[in-house]
């Protein structure tokens, strides 16, 4: 009991929470990239590039129980042909550059943001830190980095 208690205590965490939430939606954008590789973006490039289908692009190391040639992938996968698939291959790759890219995208705005809340914090700290203090011997106003009084000319500890 003492095991299901802790790892509901871990489970229950902020950061554990928040890392469950990114992971769904990363495979959720995954798909979605997947989608946009495959169905919109190497469709024109393959047509550019002869009609090449980049999905069927594959290499046949060995023939499966049917001969040579296959007309798809899938048609030398169910034959048992041992192949090389460099078309998903490729696929995946440009998957992979636009997932780095968006990641980069949003990485750098984060960045961009802390930035600036961090510019802010420390001008309104400036702000709020008092620019003079009172002499101790003739309760005048004087520059906080003042060592020595401009009225009664007494000498100043530097820390008050």
Same mark, same amino acid.
Not at 27 to 46: C, E, N, T
């Given at each position: @009991?003492?095991? +299901?208690?802790? *790892?509901?205590?871990? =489970?229950?965490?902020? %950061?554990?929470? &928040? @890392? ?14 997947? #989608? +946009?590789?495959? &169905? @919109?973006?190497?469709?024109?490039? /393959?047509?550019?590039? /002869? ?7 594959? *290499? ?19 034959? /048992?042909?041992?192949?090389? %698939?460099? /078309?998903?291959?490729? %696929? ?9 890219? =968006? ?7 984060? %960045?961009?943001? $802390?930035? !600036? +809340? &961090?510019? #802010? ?6 702000? =709020? ?11 005048? &106003? ?8 401009? $009225?009664?000319?007494?000498? +100043?500890?530097? !820390?008050?």
């Amino acid at each position: @009991m003492k095991i +299901l208690a802790e *790892f509901k205590k871990f =489970a229950m965490r902020g %950061n554990v929470l &928040d @890392m469950a939430v990114g992971i769904i939606i990363g495979a959720a954008f995954g798909k979605i990239v997947d #989608s +946009l590789v495959k &169905d @919109m973006i190497m469709p024109p490039i /393959g047509l550019l590039l /002869g009609k090449v289908d980049f999905a069927n692009l594959f *290499f046949v190391l060995k023939e499966g129980a049917t001969a040579a040639p296959y007309a798809s992938l899938s048609a030398a996968q169910e034959a /048992g042909a041992v192949t090389i %698939n460099i /078309g998903s291959f490729i %696929n995946t790759i440009i998957s992979f550059i636009i997932v780095a890219f =968006a990641v980069f995208m949003l990485i750098k705005a984060m %960045n961009t943001v $802390q930035e !600036k +809340l &961090d510019k #802010s914090e420390k001008e309104a700290a400036k702000e =709020a830190a008092p620019t003079t203090k009172k002499c101790p011997f003739c309760c005048s &106003d004087i520059n906080v980095d003042a060592v020595k009084c401009p $009225q009664c000319t007494a000498d +100043l500890d530097k !820390k008050k």
